[in-house]
């Protein structure tokens, strides 16, 4: 019992971890209809602009997690301009192969810059709480947390601002939305932004739990993916369903799996969702 | 320098067939495998662990061939009768899978450590140099075979029958093809021909480990088969050679620059591969050779 119980508790955090750049992956998705391999980068790139804040200038987290959402951001949104936005015309497909072009380009100039070396932040140690059996990292807790303040902001944003009204518009039928004078090119490099920020917040939020190097975004790559997939593409409210499902799938599922399989449930979980429900929890059609 | 470029033909030629396979699904029926480097490997493993046991190399291949389009079949299984995108997350998270069943079934593949000692086909008759030319003849053979096989499927009905569902499954689906039967179908025989490529590549190397089936790979491929020119074999095969000889002169050219540590100089060659395919996404799409689209015949309406 106090297996499952620790089980689900550490699924409920790692899944809201996982929620963040989930968010920023399907928000993408949603307005601009392609699959953004370059977030992993984007997450990348916002864990080491963290990392440079937090232990080279000594910012505590909280101002190092809004560098990093700016950064990754910018980033973002200059990439998008500048290597995606006019193969739109060429399909979903040509957009998706260069972004893992743009993916591949982004994490080796962090590589060029910083090395392959693995970097952790400068946090003050603390120790686990003790529940009777269950554990709990005060870390964890704080970086829970902003993960929850963090998409709390964000539907805010989505759900009451006429920009984010704007966005959903969109996102739903972009026809109708500039029918109504939503101009969408504008909306799309926000949007991406957005995306690309929280990607980047996201690389931040599980990096501080452990360590972090050019590789961490494309490791989480896969569940960010699955997150998404298991709420549905393109619907943000499923994004975070998803991200909380696979977390604790993933727990649970390492009560019998070795933990090098991780990734694997992941791609487990795609699998199973995509044969019997493809649109996912709350997702639109698939086909 | 013989042995260099003896060596650096043939690794083009197994590429040329990773090229090959990309082609066939992505030209034809318009879906992309970005497991491409899983599929490598899945070949590369099962003719090892086939001719580990005792079978003859031949049987590798068949092996390789068989194992490749059955997997093909199990993961795309689900996502073929759903949009694109679907296809192109659920590819990318096998290659990763297959990765991590390689690093961690140690009774099967051995682990980290990879499988050392694979037969090299009549090594031991020919020499060293004799095996390295012998070799080379035989991928170039397979290349140029299934080469001419997918070039002889474009010109077929069937292959008039993919490029159909590629441009708009609708209306493929209308005039009467089974989309589902031409997309399961290609995915297979792709996959297969990826195997093929493993296989080949196996037997050369006499190693296989995880670490050869980077997820780069598949990149170098589409950027092979983008640059050669999507929808026609030639341009695939051309790809692939074009594709190696760059990757060749960068390893080179960032040599020559000075004061670089050794991840710096891999960094910036990676680079070089991904601004390689932004750059011909954005300039040209069609690639070096461009799809000839025959004219459409004579409607016996008109001749009649």
Redesign the interface.
Known sequence: MTILLQALINGVMAGTLIAVPAIGFTAI?AVLR??N?AIASYATIGAFAAWWANAILGLPVIPALAIAFVIAGAVGAVAEEV?LS??RG?G???V???S??????L???V??CF??DMKGYDLPLMRDWRFGELRIGPQQLQSLGLAVAIMAAMFCFLFYTRFGKATRAVADNPDLARLKGIDPARIAIVTVFLGAGLSGVGGVLIGLDTSIDPLTGYRV??SV??AA?LGG?GSIPGAVVGALALGIGEELALIVV?A??R??V??AA??IM??FR?RGILGER?? | MLSYMVFTLTICGVYALLALSLNLIWGGV?L?N?GLAGFFAVGAYASAIATGAGAPVLIGFGAALIVGAVVGLV?T???L??????L???T???A??IR??A??ERWLTKGSDGISGIRAPLKAELGLQGFSLFYLALVSLIVFLVWLLLRRLDASPYGRAMKAIREDQQLAAFAGKQVLRFKWQAFALSAAIAALAGALYAHFQSYVSPDHFQP?IT?YI??AV?AGGVGRPSGAVLGAYAVVIFLEATRFATELMPGL?P??L???R??L???A??LV??LR?QGLLPERIPKAPPSPSVSS
Do not use: K, M, S, W
């Open positions: 998705f392609y699959p391999f290597a006019r193969l060429a979903a497909l040509a998706a192969i260069a893992i072009a743009l993916n591949l380009v994490e080796n100039v590589r060029f090395g392959n790559l896969l993916f699955a997939v593409l070795p090098t399989y990734t694997a992941g791609f795609i699998l995509l044969t493809p698939a086909t | 318009g992309v970005l993961v299984f689900a996502t009768r759903l949009r694109d995108d679907y192109a997350i659920v990318l998270g096998f990763e899978v991590l069943i690093l961690n780069l990149i589409f950027l983008t540590q991840v710096q891999a960094a910036l990676e680079i591969v991904g601004l395919l932004i996404l954005h799409p």
